[in-house]
Antibody, heavy 123, light 107 residues
Framework: QVQLVESGGGVVQPGRSLRLSCAAS????????MHWVRQAPGKGLEWVAI????????YYADSVKGRFTISRDNSKNTLYLQMNSLTTEDAAVYYC????????????????WGQGTLVTVSS | AIRMTQSPSSFSASTGDRVTITCRAS??????LAWYQQKPGKAPNLLIY???TLQSGVPSRFSGSGSGTDFTLTISCLQSEDFATYYC?????????FGGGTKVEIK
């Protein structure tokens, strides 16, 4: 079955960088758009970014634009999120999520989600 | 960005109750709306997309309706496993945005 496993979270100081990974299995990764969604502790969900199946179309939330970079390696079935210039506002559980469309399209709803990886930003 | 407003933010209900959660968009989004359920410590789970289409495997007691700016999620007969937080999400335009969530608690 579809499995998404995030890694790379941890404690980082403000202003530093972190790279998250999401290892995908159980589906043809190279044909699906992929998303990152985050959730600050005790708060609601915030969409972060999407990358198309081939990496040619990318969109970001305004709150991370210019600081975060989404990318993918289809040969490794892995999604990435490079996070630079981190602030306390970026502290959250980060989920990767599969777009349901496939076959080169995007629907922009999420199914399924990974279990999440926690990013803590603290000095 | 399109703002999504859910109401209420929380409420208490009993097993067997019929419950309705409302989601309002700040501008028309046609039927480009999804609903998710999230239980504590777990990732969200897709319930409904296209405002009213039930995701495969989701119990039929869940239903969605609406178009334009006003949407509802209804649980026809609340079960113990339905106590959770529910989120709406618009996918009409980027940035994709979520409602603030509605927590359904046990009365």
């Amino acid at each position: 079955q579809v499995q998404l496993v995030e890694s790379g979270g941890g404690v980082v100081q403000p202003g530093r960088s972190l790279r998250l990974s999401c290892a995908a299995s159980g589906f043809t990764f190279s044909t699906y758009g992929m998303h990152w969604v985050r959730q600050a502790p005790g708060k609601g969900l915030e969409w972060v970014a999407i990358i198309s199946y081939d990496g040619t179309n990318i969109y970001y939330a305004d709150s991370v634009k210019g600081r975060f970079t989404i990318s993918r390696d289809n040969s490794k079935n892995t999604l990435y999120l490079q996070m630079n210039s981190l602030t306390t506002e970026d502290a959250a559980v980060y989920y990767c999520a599969k777009d349901q469309a496939g076959r080169g399209r995007v629907y922009n709803w999420f199914d399924p989600w990974g279990q999440g990886t926690l990013v803590t930003v603290s000095s | 960005a399109i703002r999504m407003t859910q109401s209420p933010s929380s409420f208490s209900a009993s097993t067997g109750d019929r419950v309705t959660i409302t989601c309002r968009a700040s501008q028309g989004i046609s039927s480009y709306l999804a609903w998710y359920q999230q239980k504590p410590g777990k990732a969200p789970n897709l319930l409904i997309y296209a405002a009213s289409t039930l995701q495969s495997g989701v119990p039929s007691r869940f239903s969605g309706s609406g178009s334009g700016t006003d949407f509802t999620l209804t649980i026809s007969c609340l079960q113990s496993e339905d106590f959770a937080t529910y989120y709406c999400q618009q996918y009409y335009s980027y940035p994709l945005t979520f409602g603030g969530g509605t927590k359904v608690e046990i009365k």
